[in-house]
């Protein structure tokens, strides 16, 4: 097993009438929400909308930033080996526009789901934040 890298991830969860927009990854057919590794030299608010477009075919205008997530639930040993410490720099979107396409690279499906029909198999790095922002709009609608 090679060393474990440390990757600072940006992405958004996509949402509306209470449901969370979820993508089935190609790598471990779990599901997540869409985002990706920030570039070096890249703003973080323009990767997460980056990613967003690149896998979903979404643009997003306004975004808020919910939370940034570290530490041991993100830590992650992807398919193919590579070992990685996520630190995830998480949005939420309810103001986007375009037409879903999936990225035949890294997406195998795009679905909208409803806050209480959270497919199980999720992808590890997700669940915190995921289910965080699922109790959070609970709590609030």
């Given at each position: 097993?090679?060393?474990?890298?440390?990757?600072?991830?940006?992405?958004?969860?996509?949402?509306?009438?209470?449901?969370?927009?979820?993508?089935?990854?190609?790598?471990?057919?779990?599901?997540?929400?869409?985002?990706?590794?920030?570039?070096?030299?890249?703003?973080?608010?323009?990767?997460?909308?980056?990613?967003?477009?690149?896998?979903?075919?979404?643009?997003?205008?306004?975004?808020?930033?919910?939370?940034?997530?570290?530490?041991?639930?993100?830590?992650?040993?992807?398919p193919d080996g590579n070992e990685v410490d996520i630190i995830?720099?998480?949005?939420?979107?309810?103001?986007?526009?375009?037409?879903?396409?999936?990225?035949?690279?890294?997406?195998?499906?795009?679905?909208?789901?409803?806050?209480?029909?959270?497919?199980?198999?999720?992808?590890?790095?997700?669940?915190?934040?995921?289910?965080?922002?699922?109790?959070?709009?609970?709590k609030n609608n």
């Amino acid at each position: 097993m090679g060393k474990t890298t440390q990757l600072c991830g940006a992405s958004i969860i996509i949402f509306k009438d209470e449901k969370i927009l979820l993508q089935q990854r190609k790598d471990n057919k779990c599901w997540g929400y869409p985002g990706g590794k920030i570039e070096v030299g890249e703003i973080v608010e323009d990767a997460a909308k980056r990613e967003i477009y690149e896998e979903t075919g979404l643009l997003v205008n306004s975004m808020n930033l919910f939370g940034v997530f570290s530490g041991p639930e993100l830590h992650h040993i992807y398919p193919d080996g590579n070992e990685v410490d996520i630190i995830d720099i998480v949005y939420t979107s309810d103001d986007f526009y375009g037409e879903l396409i999936a990225q035949e690279e890294e997406v195998d499906d795009l679905k909208w789901f409803h806050y209480n029909n959270i497919p199980m198999d999720l992808s590890p790095p997700i669940r915190t934040p995921l289910l965080k922002f699922i109790v959070q709009h609970y709590k609030n609608n």
